[in-house]
């Protein structure tokens, strides 16, 4: 069965011209290592990636990514954000560019106040994407889910032949709005202590000339 997969992913290969964005992602699976990792929402030891069996998404997940404020919260509680700083070991004759990012988490907003989700990413030493703003009103109490897409032209891919690390940039900011902050608590997580609740990033993948 695996000789199959492997065929048919070699076949996919050879009509695709070098160069063109496409969906097969290499057949030798991929590992990432996490270089460095800073930022108040995800303290170290609280992150993790892990890269999926078919080489076309990875996964990070957090357990410590709180942003809140009210009752039982600090002034810089409003605002939490991560900076993943990764290496993707992908095999010689392929490079890879990001082409969606799936966000998701845990919110809880009072009546009047609201949250706020960014994020970006960018390859070392290169121009970093358009952050992209969510914003979520109160009065809410469920799962949030945010997507966002890059047109296949706008793809930004590592150069091939050089080792660029990828940089992920997220943040976390809730605002008391017109709640009454003296009494409630209003909180946003992007947190997968149940194992369900991760950010995914989709793969777009190119061979090289």
């Known amino acids: 069965m695996l000789n199959v997969v492997a065929a048919a992913l070699l076949a996919s290969s050879i009509i695709i011209?070098?160069?063109?964005?496409?969906?097969?992602?290499?057949p030798d699976h991929i590992t990432i290592d996490i270089v460095t990792i800073n930022g108040s929402g995800c303290p170290a030891g609280t992150a993790a990636v892990a890269v999926?069996?078919?080489?076309k998404a990875f996964t990070v997940t957090y357990s410590d990514y709180l942003a809140q404020v009210g009752v039982g919260a600090k002034p810089t509680d409003l605002r939490k954000n991560c900076q993943l700083?990764?290496?993707?070991?992908?095999?010689?004759?392929?490079?890879?560019?990001?082409?969606?990012?799936?966000?998701?988490?845990?919110?809880?907003l009072e009546r009047g106040a609201y949250a706020?989700?960014?994020?970006?990413?960018?390859?070392?030493?290169?121009?970093?994407?358009?952050?992209?703003s969510h914003r979520y009103n109160g009065p809410i109490s469920d799962d949030w889910q945010a997507t966002d897409t890059t047109?296949?032209?706008?793809?930004?891919?590592?150069?091939?032949?050089?080792?660029?690390n990828f940089n992920i940039n997220t943040e976390l900011r809730v605002y008391g709005g017109s709640s009454n902050t003296a009494t409630t608590t209003s909180f946003m997580t992007m947190d997968s202590t149940d194992g369900n609740?991760?950010?995914?990033?989709?793969?777009?993948?190119?061979?090289?000339?």
Not at 17 to 26: E, K, L, R, S, W
Not at 125 to 132: A, K, L, W
Not at 152 to 163: D, L
């Open 17 to 26: 011209p070098p160069g063109a964005p496409n969906d097969t992602p290499p």
């Open 52 to 55: 999926s069996e078919d080489n």
């Open 85 to 108: 700083n990764l290496r993707v070991n992908v095999p010689q004759g392929f490079t890879y560019g990001v082409a969606q990012a799936d966000y998701r988490g845990f919110a809880h």
């Open 116 to 132: 706020i989700e960014k994020a970006n990413y960018y390859f070392q030493g290169m121009s970093q994407t358009e952050q992209i």
């Open 151 to 164: 047109e296949v032209a706008a793809i930004v891919f590592a150069p091939c032949g050089e080792k660029r």
């Open 197 to 209: 609740l991760e950010t995914t990033y989709h793969f777009a993948w190119k061979t090289c000339p």
